[in-house]
């Protein structure tokens, strides 16, 4: 009796799965881009997106004094150019728009001082619309 080699199996279903990436990529443009993006090694491009961190390196998301509330974060660029971005951000529902300049590869902290709201708990929220990005964090408030 004659033992069948391992490869002999092997060889034609790898062949065959080759073939059918191959076929998929040439009738499907979808597929034929997953392949072109997973062979050519190219850097993702995107814009990350955190609250900032104090000194001790805690993250900040609540901090300020009195009637007032300071929203800090950071925004990373991963990208290959320089770019303004525009970011809103959002204390208990009230937007207050603005734009940060970043340059390929470094981070841009920004910081705005604004109302905290006299409630029990509110929402700070700071997104960037252009990029599909946002971070928020529910804050205790102060009622008066």
């Keep these: 009796m004659l ?3 391992w490869w ?16 998929l990529a040439v009738l499907l443009p979808g597929v034929r881009h ?11 491009q995107y814009v990350g997106l955190a609250f900032g961190h104090a000194a001790d390196g805690t993250v900040v998301t609540c901090a300020g004094a009195g009637d ?3 929203v800090a974060f950071d925004v990373s660029s991963h990208l290959d150019e320089v770019r303004d971005l525009r970011y809103v951000v959002s204390v ?3 937007d ?26 509110y929402e700070v929220r700071v997104e ?6 946002q971070v928020f964090a ?3 408030g102060t009622v008066t």
């Design 138 to 140: 529910h804050c205790p």
């Design 128 to 133: 960037l619309p252009g990029e599909d990005r």
């Design 92 to 94: 208990a529902g009230h």
């Design 68 to 70: 007032r509330l300071r």
């Design 8 to 23: 002999s199996r092997v060889v034609p279903v790898t062949a065959l799965a080759v073939g059918l990436v191959a076929l």
């Design 34 to 44: 997953q392949v072109a993006l997973s062979a050519s090694h190219q850097p993702q």
């Design 96 to 121: 207050t728009p603005g734009s940060v300049t970043v340059d390929p590869g470094e981070t841009a902290s920004v910081v705005r001082d604004l109302d905290r709201p006299s409630r029990d708990s």
């Design 3 to 5: 033992r069948e080699r």
